[in-house]
C-alpha cells in the first residue's frame, strides 16, 4: 500500500499512461535531435503531432475529470503531500487542456517539429528567410493558443507552459532588479584588465573530449546505469524516465569550455529529474513542472559547482589527463581564472555567469513586444542587432550568430527564456542556504565528493518534485520568495575577488 | 487529389493516428536495444504496455469500424488496389482488434518487455532458470490471446500476427518438403572436403569493421540521408518511416562474417521498407505485413546477392581496404568458397544458407510441440539439445549456445520463426525470375550496380506493399504459388559446384 493508492486504480492507471505517452513523446524528441536521419523529419512531425493529439484528448477527457472529482472528493483535503496534491496538480493540467482544441495541439506539435528541423538550416545558412514562414505560423498558432484562455496578459499564457502559476509582471519585476544589479558590474569588470582564458582554447580533438565528457559526467551523482551522454548541435537533457536520463552536448574543436560546462550543465537538469521521489513517479506531481526550478539545478550545478574554486581542484587532474599537455603547466588558480572570463559576447550558451542574463533580457523584451503586438517576425533580426548594442555593446555580424542562435523560438517555446534567469536566482538562494548548512561543503567540492550536496537537494528540493509552483516551493524549501538579492551578491563578491575590484564599490 | 482521398479525411487521419503510434512503439523498441540505459527497462515495459494499449483501443474503435463500413459501402469494391485494399486490411485489423481485451494487449506488450530483458541477463549467464518464470507467463498470455480466435489449430493464432492468413497445415508441408530436400544435400556435402574459410577468422578490430559495415551499408540503394546503422546484441532492422530506416548489427572480433552478411540481411529488410509505396504511407497497406516477405527481401540480399559469387567481385575490394594485411592475399573466387561455408553449427543467425533452414525446422517443431501442449516450457533445453543432434549432429554445450540464443521467444514471439524458411522459399522463387529478366544481372551485380535488381523488386514486389497475404502477393508477382522447388534446386546446384558433389546425384 502506497500513499497514491488513495487515488484509485482507474486514476492511476489514467495518469500512468499520460505520463508514458509523454514519456514516447520524449523520445521521439531525443532521437530527433540526436539519431534521427535526416529524411525522416517530415515522418516525425506527424509523429510528434499524433502523440500530441492523444496525451490532449486523455488529458482532457470527460473520464479524467470524472476520475479527478471523484478523487478530490473521496480525498477531502487530506494527504496534502501526496495523492491530494497529485489531484490538484492532475486537476489544473486537466482544467488547461480542456480549452485548448486537440486540432490546435497537434497543429502546434507538427509545425513545431517542421519549424525546427527548417532552423536547423536556417542558421547553417545565417538566412532568416528560411525559418520567417515557419515563425509567423508558430505566431499564428500561439497567438489562438493564448486566445484559449483569459489571461491579464497574453504572455502569461505561454509563462505558465513553463512556469506555471507565474505572471508577467512579476517575471518582469525580477528581471528588471536582476538586470540593474548586473549592467553596473559589467561596466565596472570591462575597465579592469581581462583575465586569461588562453588555456581553453586551441586543438582540443573531439574524440579525446568526448572521453573527457563522459567521465566528467560519470564523476556527477548520476543514477548508475541509468544515463547516456549523445552529441547534438543544441545542448538538452530529457528524461525518459528518472531511470532513463538522456544527457546531450556539442564539442568545439578550438574550445574545450563549451563541452566541459555544457556537460555540466545538462547533468544538472538530469541530476533533477533522476532525484524525483520514485512513489510519484507516472504522476503529472512526480516530475518537474517548473523550467525555473529546473534551470536553477543546471546553472547550479554548472556555475557554482563547475565553475567555482573548489571545484576546479577536482576539476584540473581530468583535463589535464585527457589534454596533458595543454593542461599540466596550467595551475588550478589559473583554470579558475579562464572558466570565469567576464566578456560580452553574442553566444548565450557560452556566455559567463554574468553577462549571461543580459542575453536572456534581450530575449524576454523581444518576446513580450512580438506578443503585445509591438513587433512582427519580420522584424527580429533587426530588433536583435539593436537590443545586442544596447546592452552588450556588440555588432551582430550575421544572424546564425544573432537571432538564429537558439532552438526556442523556432521550437516553439516562447516564454521559456526567464526561466533561465529565474533559475540563477533561485540557484543563488538555494547554494546561500546549502553553504551555511553543509560546512565542509568546499572541501566535499575540492575532492569530488558531490554526494552530500546532492543528498541535501534531494531531501530539501527534489522532494517536492512537481507539486507546487516554483515560488511555492522555494517558500518551503527558504521560507523566503524568490529575490534577486543573493544572485547579484554572489556575482558582486565573486567577480569583484577575481577582477580585484575594490570591494567598497561592488 | 489522390486515390485515398476517397477513405475521407476522419479514416486516413486515424489511420495515420494508428501507424504514428506504430512508428512510436518502433521507436521505443528501437531505442531498448541500441541505447537505452539498462537502469530505463522497467519504466520502459510500461511504456510499451501503455502505446500498446493506446494501439490497441484506436484499432478496435467502434469509431473506427463505423468509418470502415461507410467507406467500404461507399467504395463498392471499386479502385481494389488503393482504398478499397487499405480499407480490406484495415478491416480485418479492427476484427482481429476487437476480439481481444485491451489488458490483455497491454499485459502482453510489458511482459514481452520485461521477458526480453530478462534474457539478455539469463544468456549473458547461460541460465535457463532465470528466464523460464518469464517464459511461462508468456506462455500463460499467449494462450489466453489464441482463445480469442477461432482456429482450427492453435498456432494459427499466433502464426497470423507474423504470416496474416497462413495455416499451420500449409507451412508445415511447405518445411516438411525443404526438410526432405536438404537433408539429404547436407550429407553429401558432408562427405566432401571442407572449404577454406578461415581468411573470416583471426583478429579484426572493432572500429575497423564498423567502418567496413558503415560502407557496405552504403554500397546498398538505401535511401540518401534515410537511413542509421547502430550495434546491438542481436541485429535487426526497424522502419519508423521509409524514409527512417534503422539497421542494426553485432561484431565479433575474431570472425569478419557475422559483420559483413549480417548487414547485408538487415539492410534488405531496410530495403524492403524504404521501397513501400509513398502514396500508401501512414496506412495499414502500406507497410509491409507478411513477414515472409519480408524475410524473403533480407535472405534475397544477404544470400542471393551477398553471397553470390558476381558481387564478390564488388565485395573484395571492400574487405582488402579496411583489412590489407588479411585480405589482399586472398583471392575473389577463396573469397567466395569462405562466404559458404557449410558446417552445421549451433547458432542460428551464423548458419550456411544450407543448414539454416534446419535450425528452423527444429524452432517450428517445437513451437509447435508447446502450444499442442506436448511440451513444457521446462522441458525445452533438453528438447533443443535432442533436436540439434537428430538433425544436425550436434552436442548443445550449454543454454547460451541452446535454447537461450535467440531474441524471438524471450520477446514473445511466438509463430515467427517459420517466416525465414518461408523467406528463403520466396527468395529463391523471386531470384529465378529476376535472373530470367535482367539479361546482365551478374554484371550488375559485380560492379556494386544493384540499383536495377532494386528497380525491380520495387516494380514488382513492393508495389503491393501489405496489401495481399504472401500466397496472393507471390501469385501476383509470379503467378505460382509458394513453392520450396527453386530453393531446393538452387541449393543443390550452388553447393554441388562448391563442393563438387557429382551433379547427377545431387
Same mark, same amino acid.
Given at each position: 500500500v502506497t500513499p497514491l493508492d488513495a487515488l484509485g486504480r482507474e486514476l492511476r492507471d489514467l495518469l500512468g499512461e499520460i505520463a508514458d505517452l509523454e514519456s514516447a513523446a520524449g523520445l521521439l524528441g531525443w532521437d530527433e535531435r540526436t539519431k534521427m536521419p535526416p529524411a525522416g523529419g517530415a515522418a516525425r512531425a506527424e509523429q510528434h503531432a499524433t502523440l500530441a493529439r492523444v496525451?490532449? *484528448?486523455r488529458l482532457g477527457s470527460d473520464r479524467l475529470g470524472r476520475l479527478l472529482d471523484d478523487a478530490r472528493s473521496r480525498l477531502d483535503g487530506g494527504d496534502e503531500d501526496g495523492a491530494s496534491a497529485v489531484v490538484a496538480v492532475a486537476r489544473r493540467e486537466w482544467e488547461k487542456a480542456r480549452r485548448v482544441?486537440?486540432?490546435?495541439?497537434?497543429d502546434l506539435a507538427r509545425a513545431e517539429s517542421l519549424s525546427e528541423q527548417a532552423w536547423a538550416e536556417a542558421r547553417a545558412k545565417s538566412s532568416f528567410a528560411l525559418l520567417r514562414p515557419h515563425l509567423e505560423r508558430l505566431l499564428e498558432l500561439k497567438r489562438l493558443y493564448i486566445e484559449c484562455f483569459e489571461v491579464e496578459h497574453p504572455y502569461d499564457a505561454l509563462l505558465d507552459d513553463f512556469e506555471p502559476e507565474a505572471r508577467t509582471g512579476e517575471v518582469r519585476a525580477t528581471l528588471e532588479r536582476l538586470r540593474d544589479g548586473i549592467v553596473p558590474l559589467v561596466e565596472r569588470i570591462a575597465a579592469q584588465p581581462e583575465l586569461d582564458d588562453s588555456c581553453l582554447y586551441g586543438d582540443f580533438p573531439l574524440d579525446a573530449q568526448r572521453r573527457l565528457a563522459g567521465e566528467l559526467a560519470a564523476m556527477l551523482p548520476l543514477p548508475a546505469g541509468g544515463w547516456r551522454l549523445d552529441d547534438t548541435a543544441h545542448p538538452f537533457a530529457e528524461s525518459i524516465a528518472r531511470?532513463?536520463?538522456r544527457l546531450t552536448t556539442r564539442y568545439d574543436p578550438g574550445y574545450l569550455g563549451t563541452a566541459v560546462?555544457?556537460?555540466?550543465? %545538462?547533468?544538472?537538469h538530469g541530476l533533477y529529474e533522476a532525484g524525483m521521489p520514485a512513489d510519484l513517479a507516472r504522476t503529472p506531481a512526480g516530475r518537474p513542472r517548473s523550467l525555473s526550478l529546473h534551470e536553477s539545478q543546471s546553472r547550479l550545478w554548472e556555475n557554482w559547482v563547475g565553475r567555482g574554486r573548489p571545484f576546479m581542484t577536482a576539476l584540473h587532474p581530468l583535463l589535464a589527463a585527457h589534454f596533458p599537455e595543454r593542461m599540466e603547466a596550467v595551475s588550478v588558480d589559473e583554470l579558475y581564472g579562464a572558466a570565469n572570463v567576464v566578456r560580452p559576447s553574442l553566444i548565450r550558451v557560452e556566455a559567463d555567469e554574468v553577462t549571461y542574463n543580459l542575453h536572456i533580457v534581450i530575449r524576454f %523584451?523581444?518576446?513580450? *513586444?512580438?506578443?503585445e503586438g509591438r513587433l512582427g517576425v519580420s522584424d527580429l533580426p533587426e530588433a536583435w542587432r539593436a537590443r545586442y548594442f544596447k546592452y552588450l555593446g556588440l555588432e551582430v555580424p550575421d544572424d546564425a550568430t544573432g537571432v538564429l542562435q537558439d532552438v526556442h523560438w523556432p521550437s516553439g517555446a516562447f516564454g521559456y527564456f526567464p526561466t533561465y534567469s529565474l533559475g540563477n536566482v533561485i540557484a543563488a538562494q538555494l547554494w546561500e542556504r546549502v553553504r551555511s548548512e553543509i560546512g565542509d561543503l568546499?572541501?566535499?567540492l575540492a575532492a569530488a565528493d558531490l554526494e552530500p550536496l546532492y543528498a541535501w537537494l534531494g531531501e530539501r528540493l527534489?522532494?517536492?518534485a512537481g507539486k507546487l509552483p516554483a515560488a511555492a516551493t522555494v517558500e518551503r524549501v527558504l521560507g523566503t520568495s524568490i529575490d534577486p538579492t543573493p544572485l547579484v551578491a554572489h556575482l558582486?563578491?565573486?567577480?569583484?575577488e577575481l577582477y580585484r575590484i575594490d570591494a567598497a564599490v561592488a
Open positions: 496525451i490532449h *484528448e482544441p486537440g486540432a490546435l495541439r497537434a531511470t532513463d536520463i560546462w555544457s556537460v555540466i550543465h %545538462e547533468a544538472g %523584451e523581444l518576446e513580450l *513586444e512580438l506578443f568546499d572541501d566535499r527534489f522532494r517536492h558582486a563578491a565573486k567577480y569583484g
